[in-house]
Each structure stands twice: as structure tokens, then as C-alpha cells.
Nanobody, 127 residues
Framework: EVQLVESGGGSVQAGGSLRLSCAAS????????MGWARRVPGKGREGIAT???????NYAESVKGRFTISQDNTKNTLYLQMNNLKPEDTAMYYC?????????????????????WGKGTQVTISP
């Protein structure tokens, strides 16, 4: 079983930055692919970034060039550095993990479903 706990959300003005963290526990065999997704109430979920066990990353077009996903394996922590934030980035951000991924691109991992999810952390961007 994998447990994921996000932190680092908050409110910031447009153009600012935030770094989200996701503390992970449980076997690494059950989280061979990890990523971040976001959801706005009443709208669909959007996968935004993934990272595989070798450190390879993939991003949704909406955040490419602004967000960076990374991990510290010694701390079992996943990060999402968010720069040049925009009002449309306002959402609940979730950390997720896949135990048996078909692949670890944003499209593959999130379209076919992640196995484990955190409770989320709210990010609010003021214009």
C-alpha cells in the first residue's frame, strides 16, 4: 500500500512561484511511476507532470516550460516546482502513483489511471 501526502499549496499572485511536495510511503514497487494532476470543481481532472523510476519526465502542454517535476529518492519525496503561475493554474493539486504502468508519460499514466492518490493541496493564483 502506498500513502501520499501533499503540502506546499497556498495563495500567490500571478507571476509568482510555489513548490509542492509529496511525501510517499510504501513499497517503491507500487510507485514506479509518479505524477501530479489538478482538478477544478465542476471540471475534469488534468494530468500535468510525470516522472519515472529513472528520473525521466513528461509534462502537459499547459505547464511545459513553467513547471518542473523532480524526486528525492533518499527522502521518498516528490516535488513540483511551479513558476510563472497564472490564474488558470488555480486548482486542487494531487500527487499520484502507478504500480504497474503501461508507460509513464502524462497521457499514458493518467489516461489509464493511477493507483494511488493523495488528498490534495489547494493552489490559488490571484490576478
Amino acid at each position: 500500500e502506498v500513502q501520499l501526502v501533499e503540502s506546499g499549496g497556498g495563495s500567490v499572485q500571478a507571476g509568482g512561484s510555489l513548490r509542492l511536495s509529496c511525501a510517499a510511503s510504501g513499497s517503491t514497487l507500487d510507485r514506479s511511476c509518479m505524477g501530479w494532476a489538478r482538478r477544478v470543481p465542476g471540471k475534469g481532472r488534468e494530468g500535468i507532470a510525470t516522472i519515472n523510476s529513472n528520473g525521466g519526465t513528461n509534462y502537459a502542454e499547459s505547464v511545459k516550460g513553467r513547471f518542473t517535476i523532480s524526486q528525492d529518492n533518499t527522502k521518498n519525496t516528490l516535488y513540483l516546482q511551479m513558476n510563472n503561475l497564472k490564474p488558470e493554474d488555480t486548482a486542487m493539486y494531487y500527487c499520484a502513483a502507478d504500480s504497474a504502468p503501461l508507460g509513464c508519460s502524462v497521457r499514458i499514466a493518467f489516461n489509464f489511471g493511477m493507483d494511488y492518490w493523495g488528498k490534495g493541496t489547494q493552489v490559488t493564483i490571484s490576478p
